[in-house]
Nanobody
Framework: QVQLVESGGGLVQAGGSLRLSCAVS????????MGWLRQAPGKEREFVSA????????KYAEAVKGRFTISRDNTNNMVYLQMNSLKPEDTAVYYC????????????????WGQGTQVTVSS
Protein backbone atom coordinates (compact mmCIF):
# COMPACT_ATOMS: atom_id res chain seq x y z
CA GLN A 1 0.00 0.00 0.00
CA VAL A 2 1.34 3.41 -0.95
CA GLN A 3 1.61 5.61 2.09
CA LEU A 4 3.37 8.87 2.87
CA VAL A 5 2.69 10.63 6.16
CA GLU A 6 4.08 14.07 6.91
CA SER A 7 4.59 15.59 10.32
CA GLY A 8 6.40 18.49 11.95
CA GLY A 9 4.45 21.44 10.61
CA GLY A 10 3.27 24.26 12.82
CA LEU A 11 3.39 27.95 13.59
CA VAL A 12 6.75 29.67 13.84
CA GLN A 13 7.99 33.24 13.85
CA ALA A 14 9.98 34.64 10.96
CA GLY A 15 13.61 33.65 11.30
CA GLY A 16 12.74 30.45 13.11
CA SER A 17 13.20 26.82 12.11
CA LEU A 18 11.09 23.73 11.61
CA ARG A 19 11.92 20.19 10.63
CA LEU A 20 9.40 18.30 8.56
CA SER A 21 9.40 14.52 8.55
CA CYS A 22 7.82 12.06 6.16
CA ALA A 23 7.28 8.39 6.94
CA VAL A 24 7.07 6.36 3.76
CA SER A 25 5.90 2.82 3.14
CA UNK A 26 8.76 0.62 2.03
CA UNK A 27 7.27 -0.10 -1.37
CA UNK A 28 6.97 3.60 -2.12
CA UNK A 29 10.36 4.51 -0.68
CA UNK A 30 12.52 1.87 -2.28
CA UNK A 31 14.63 3.23 -5.16
CA UNK A 32 12.40 6.28 -5.53
CA UNK A 33 13.19 9.94 -5.73
CA MET A 34 11.70 11.75 -2.75
CA GLY A 35 10.56 15.35 -2.90
CA TRP A 36 8.98 18.12 -0.92
CA LEU A 37 6.49 20.43 -2.56
CA ARG A 38 4.26 23.18 -1.18
CA GLN A 39 1.09 25.05 -1.93
CA ALA A 40 0.30 28.46 -0.52
CA PRO A 41 -3.27 29.79 -0.33
CA GLY A 42 -4.45 30.94 -3.72
CA LYS A 43 -1.29 29.73 -5.46
CA GLU A 44 -0.35 26.73 -7.49
CA ARG A 45 1.61 23.88 -5.98
CA GLU A 46 5.36 24.37 -6.38
CA PHE A 47 8.51 22.32 -6.12
CA VAL A 48 10.69 22.83 -3.04
CA SER A 49 13.35 20.12 -2.95
CA ALA A 50 14.21 16.60 -4.08
CA UNK A 51 16.73 13.92 -3.20
CA UNK A 52 17.77 10.77 -5.02
CA UNK A 53 17.90 7.26 -3.56
CA UNK A 54 21.55 7.36 -2.53
CA UNK A 55 21.34 10.98 -1.30
CA UNK A 56 24.18 11.91 -3.64
CA UNK A 57 22.05 14.40 -5.54
CA UNK A 58 19.69 17.08 -4.30
CA LYS A 59 17.72 19.88 -5.92
CA TYR A 60 16.29 23.03 -4.41
CA ALA A 61 14.00 25.76 -5.59
CA GLU A 62 15.78 29.10 -5.80
CA ALA A 63 13.50 30.54 -3.12
CA VAL A 64 14.76 28.07 -0.48
CA LYS A 65 18.40 27.52 -1.46
CA GLY A 66 20.72 28.05 1.47
CA ARG A 67 17.86 27.87 3.98
CA PHE A 68 16.32 24.42 3.51
CA THR A 69 18.05 21.04 3.59
CA ILE A 70 16.56 17.76 2.42
CA SER A 71 17.77 14.43 3.73
CA ARG A 72 16.67 10.82 3.86
CA ASP A 73 17.15 7.81 6.11
CA ASN A 74 16.95 4.71 3.94
CA THR A 75 17.11 2.39 6.94
CA ASN A 76 13.93 3.77 8.45
CA ASN A 77 12.14 4.93 5.25
CA MET A 78 12.13 8.55 6.34
CA VAL A 79 12.59 11.84 4.50
CA TYR A 80 13.24 15.16 6.18
CA LEU A 81 13.16 18.82 5.32
CA GLN A 82 15.09 21.08 7.67
CA MET A 83 13.83 24.62 7.23
CA ASN A 84 15.85 27.49 8.68
CA SER A 85 15.52 31.27 8.46
CA LEU A 86 11.84 30.88 7.69
CA LYS A 87 10.01 33.74 6.02
CA PRO A 88 6.29 34.57 5.92
CA GLU A 89 6.32 33.67 2.22
CA ASP A 90 7.22 30.10 3.21
CA THR A 91 3.72 29.72 4.64
CA ALA A 92 2.06 26.83 2.83
CA VAL A 93 0.91 23.25 3.06
CA TYR A 94 4.00 21.10 2.55
CA TYR A 95 3.70 17.76 0.80
CA CYS A 96 6.02 14.81 0.74
CA UNK A 97 6.00 13.01 -2.60
CA UNK A 98 7.72 10.23 -4.52
CA UNK A 99 8.57 9.57 -8.14
CA UNK A 100 10.59 7.03 -10.08
CA UNK A 101 13.10 9.06 -12.07
CA UNK A 102 15.53 11.87 -11.29
CA UNK A 103 14.95 13.53 -14.67
CA UNK A 104 12.52 16.43 -14.16
CA UNK A 105 12.48 15.91 -10.39
CA UNK A 106 12.37 19.70 -9.96
CA UNK A 107 8.73 19.76 -10.98
CA UNK A 108 5.35 18.99 -9.47
CA UNK A 109 5.03 15.81 -11.51
CA UNK A 110 5.18 13.19 -8.75
CA UNK A 111 3.44 9.82 -8.59
CA UNK A 112 2.67 9.49 -4.90
CA TRP A 113 1.67 12.14 -2.38
CA GLY A 114 1.15 12.56 1.32
CA GLN A 115 -1.76 14.45 2.82
CA GLY A 116 0.32 17.52 3.64
CA THR A 117 1.32 19.41 6.76
CA GLN A 118 0.65 23.10 7.39
CA VAL A 119 3.56 25.47 7.96
CA THR A 120 2.69 29.00 9.03
CA VAL A 121 5.37 31.66 9.45
CA SER A 122 4.31 34.81 11.24
CA SER A 123 5.99 38.15 10.66
Amino acid sequence: QVQLVESGGGLVQAGGSLRLSCAVSERTFSNNIMGWLRQAPGKEREFVSAINWSATNTKYAEAVKGRFTISRDNTNNMVYLQMNSLKPEDTAVYYCAARRYWYNAASTNYDYWGQGTQVTVSS
